[in-house]
């Protein structure tokens, strides 16, 4: 069983930085990819970011150049460094890891963005 842990959330202003961790049981060589996904209040989860495990990425429209993920294979930890924080980027993040088919879920951490 893969487990992942997240870390680095926070209360932050608008336009402000904060860069979420995610720490995995395995070397994340092992998973196809990797991804941040997050679920605001009263909304479905969304796939934010996502990492392949040759290095591609893609990002959600709503984060395109301002948010990146990477990767540090000697840690094992995924990164999503996200800047220009705006109020509606409030959620839970959400990091996954995938072995098709089978998918890995942490157990979340919360970013509060304040106007």
């Known amino acids: 069983q893969v487990q992942l842990v997240e870390s680095g959330g926070g209360l932050v202003q608008a336009g402000g930085s904060l860069r979420l961790s995610c720490a995995a049981s395995?070397?994340?060589?092992?998973?196809?990819?990797m991804a941040w996904h997050r679920q605001a209040p009263g909304k479905q989860r969304e796939l934010v970011a996502l990492?392949?495990?040759?290095?591609?990425?893609n990002y959600a429209d709503s984060v395109k150049g301002r948010f990146t993920i990477s990767g540090d294979n000697a840690k094992n930890t995924v990164y999503l460094q996200m800047n220009s924080l705006k109020p509606e980027d409030t959620a839970v993040y959400y990091c996954?890891?995938?072995?098709?088919?089978?998918?890995?879920w942490g157990q979340g951490t919360q970013v509060t963005v304040s106007s």
């Open positions: 996954s890891s995938c072995q098709y088919p089978t998918c890995y």
């Open positions: 395995e070397t994340i060589f092992s998973f196809n990819a």
């Open positions: 990492i392949t495990s040759g290095g591609k990425t």
